[in-house]
């Protein structure tokens, strides 16, 4: 089985934000406002987006 990919999306900006988040933002691969990655949904990624919920969106896909 391939690994299932989510879209991630920053919809929040990172300023004003603790620099962990910022940090775990970057990690994700997310530099500006609107940026959208792909990943590969693992459980990694799924804590970095946990934990920064309130700055990005997911949509799940194929």
């Known amino acids: 089985m391939e690994g299932k990919t989510i879209r991630v999306r920053l919809f929040k900006s990172i300023n004003g934000c603790q620099e962990r ?7 994700l691969g997310l530099r500006k406002l609107n940026d959208v990655r792909e990943l590969v949904d693992s459980p990694s990624v799924r804590g970095l987006i946990n934990q920064v919920s309130y700055l990005v ?4 896909s194929a």
């Open 57 to 60: 969106r997911i949509e799940e």
């Open 21 to 27: 988040h910022r940090i775990s933002v970057r990690a």
